[in-house]
């Protein structure tokens, strides 16, 4: 069966508007959890980021950066552990944004950030990421309005600047319901293996969640931009969120092109080392 | 006699083109050396900028970022010595920037920068600065022109997120005149407590000199900003730059205005410290 290229499927057009309701979570493009395809197509998509990887190490020209958010319990954590767990980690490094410390918060909400940026070569995963600035910090109303409101702008300026200078910037949004949440939130509470992972701040209600989506929603559309785009991955379905991830970096990659770099000019006739 | 005021008649207008040519780098404003006016006036003003630290530290609600450019032996070391040392190095930090390590490099040139920006409540101060990105890159031709050019509107980017978010930038070019150079580093050879500073890269040609300028003329026109402005300081007469600079620091802090942070609300009738 003809299956849709994710990496222009979910990506969000620059200047677009996004409707969440629009996006199904619970989408799989055709696909069987467990199928030959399934498992060939995330194997060979894994193996061709590794092979891409070396390039960019090598060529040391280019960095790439994956911003990774979504909902508590949306799979941020997974997706790492998942498709960037066979990246060679002397050429990658998550950086995780937890609540702001008194020193980072005595700072702009960049600083913090930018020193996490990926160097030339490398590739970054944010687990969480700036955008927490327009999101948690909106919803929960830590700062006036203003602030968060003049914070567009200047992510779309930081990322320019960024991509400007040689870092490709992929974004992913994992998309689940509210129903798919719950589900996991609860099981965090039954299952020993993951009590750590729950806090009672998870439980959020339904006015909440809704804030939510109304601050996902103006962040998606204000802030995707042609070398810094946004995905909707729908994230309901763990193995095909991990495959249409996988997809996006590889696709990404791909387009970045990273070369081995050439032989070093053999010395001349005659010539020494010195 | 009646002087002028320092802190509007340096200032470069946003907008407006520099030509350095049209700045007398021997002027003194009808000052004296050594006279006690000027010696009365510049402890005033010392003193004043270490009471409005006071309080910007106290208030911890904004930030001063001075940096200072100029060309080689223009006085950025003696200006930190003479106007900065009265303050207190708790609230008060120098980043000298000097020529990138491979690690600062391989990232953005904002990068190093960005970690060295002061805090709500402090004061930094930049011997160099991300200007050299557009100075010393352009004239050594270190990068391709596109990549510098390029630079401006970055530099403006990142100066007005920091502007917006509680940090006011105080630009200063020290300026002097290409005799005045060639007697300081003359001056650097013959006297064995400035030797250190004297390098054979200090000796540049005219040709240099020049192309030096022609930077500093863009750079100086493209990122003046309302709340980031360049100044462009007489610099010839060492007394005369302390006092200037003295002056544009202490109207810089009276504009920001730090105050005093409330007495905390006494604990209510009955009430208990927790």
Redesign the interface.
Known sequence: MAKTDNSTRYRVKPGSKVELQQHDPGYDNGYTKGSPEVEEKLARDLDRICEWQEKLYAE?KQALLIVLQGMDASGKDGTISHVMRGLNPQGCAVASFKVPTP?EL??????RI??K?P????IAVFNRSHYEDVLAVRVRKLVPQAVWK?RYD?IN??E???T????RIVKLFLHISREEQKKRLQKRLEDPKKHWKYSPVDDQDSRLWNRYVTAYEEALSRCSMEAAPWYVIPADRKWYRNLAVAEIVEQTLAEMKPQWPQRPEAPAEGGEHV
């Not at 005595?106 to 600083?111: C, K, P």
């Not at 160097?119 to 490398?122: F, K, S, V």
Request: cysteine-free; glycine content about 8%; charged content about 10%.
């Open positions: 040391s020193q005595a700072h702009d909400f960049l600083w930018h020193q940026t160097a030339r070569g490398q003049a200047q300026d930081f320019s600047m960024l400007q200078n040689g870092t």
